[in-house]
């Protein structure tokens, strides 16, 4: 059974950090990249992030590039996302997926296709 279950969300005041965990079980994460998406109530899901050790390549939106970075540890089978200088418009339930993500150009925007999914994991950055 392939499962996916994010953790580390929270409160955090404006300006502060968290670290989310993604820990996976019932496959490998060296086999996929694993992606940072968040959706907020009423809004489209956002892609943040996409790590893909196959490729040693790491993806960002531009609404977190420069204050995080995801990481792996394959010998845990868990993806992380640090998040820095967090703001109250980072108010929303992250998740993260498995699949793969790429980018045609350097700069451009990158794709991705996601075949499993976490439940998420709540963050509240209050105003």
């Known amino acids: 059974e392939v499962q996916l279950v994010e953790s580390g969300g929270g409160l955090v005041q404006a300006g502060g950090s968290l670290r989310l965990s993604c820990a996976a079980t019932?496959?490998?994460?060296?086999?996929?990249?694993i992606g940072w998406f968040r959706q907020a109530p009423g809004k489209e899901r956002e892609a943040l992030s996409c790590?893909?050790?196959?490729?040693?390549?790491?993806y960002y939106a531009d609404s977190v590039k420069g204050r995080s970075t995801i990481s792996s540890d394959n010998g845990k089978n868990t993806v992380y996302l640090q998040m820095t200088r967090l703001k109250p418009e980072d108010t929303a339930v992250y998740y993260c997926?498995?699949?793969?993500?790429?980018?045609?150009?350097?700069?451009?925007?990158?794709?991705?296709?996601?075949?499993?999914w976490g439940q998420g994991t709540l963050v509240t950055v209050p105003p």
């Open positions: 019932g496959f490998t994460f060296g086999a996929y990249a």
């Open positions: 790590i893909s050790d196959k490729d040693d390549r790491t």
């Open positions: 997926a498995a699949g793969f993500c790429a980018q045609e150009s350097a700069l451009g925007p990158w794709y991705y296709g996601m075949d499993y």
